[in-house]
T-cell receptor, first 117, second 114 residues
């Protein structure tokens, strides 16, 4: 398997612009997570989905952030409008309930480094 | 509420020496505990986990960790460090009920000197 795929790997945008980050989870995984990593705040869970349904979005910072999972193989995280304080590395991760029970651990993508100027 | 503490921002060891990266946690009920490693410009990689059973768990690349319920700790250890072990290490905790929300510690940077 190719692992979790994220695009783009780097994004530079100006304040006020819309940003869309994309994620393809590992095939067969039914949990998908979006995280944000910064030096100041560490790794923060933004939202996670189970079977394409958002389960916990309490970590989404504000209404400017939204996430969707239209099918089992694709998710987006959108920021509109973007602000300089949104600059961070955004990770997508997936996890699964296997045939013999849940795998428990998460598999992370390479991340998208977002810079908002 | 769940929380994870990694008391050391950085750990320095010489190659060939044993290493320990400390982690303590707080969670209601029984925990699931994890260690992940992050290399520069990469995503986190799973190292090992404690779910139930034997308190000493073995993982990838020769790492192991010991679950200590009374001290609420889950320290990462390796008998002989390699320069290639230099990376950022994260401890994480999840409740064994009530969803998949996982809380990560702030991370500990490990430097292994040749």
């Amino acid at each position: 398997d190719a692992g979790v795929i994220q695009s783009p790997r780097h994004e530079v945008t100006e304040m006020g612009q819309e940003v869309t980050l994309r994620c393809k989870p590992i095939s067969g995984h039914d949990y998908l997570f979006w995280y944000r990593q910064t030096m100041m705040r560490g790794l923060e869970l933004l939202i996670y989905f189970n079977n394409n349904v958002p389960i916990d979005d309490s970590g989404m910072p504000e209404d400017r952030f939204s996430a969707k999972m239209p099918n089992a193989s694709f998710s987006t995280l959108k920021i509109q409008p973007s602000e300089p304080r949104d600059s961070a590395v955004y990770f997508c991760a997936s996890s699964a309930r296997g045939g013999t029970g849940p795998t428990y651990e998460q598999y992370f993508g390479p991340g998208t480094r977002l810079t908002v100027t | 509420a769940q929380s994870v503490a990694q008391p050391e921002d950085q750990v320095n060891v010489a190659e060939g020496n044993p290493l320990t990266v400390k982690c303590t946690y707080s969670v209601s009920g029984n925990p699931y505990l994890f260690w992940y490693v992050q290399y520069p410009n990469r995503g986190l990689q799973f190292l090992l986990k404690y779910i139930t059973g034997d308190n000493l768990v073995k993982g990838s690349y020769g790492f192991e960790a010991e679950f200590n319920k009374s001290q609420t700790s889950f320290h990462l250890k390796k008998p002989s460090a390699l320069v290639s072990d230099s990376a950022l290490y994260f401890c994480a905790v999840r409740r064994n009920t009530g969803g998949f929300k996982t809380i990560f510690g702030a991370g500990t940077r490990l430097f292994v000197k040749a």
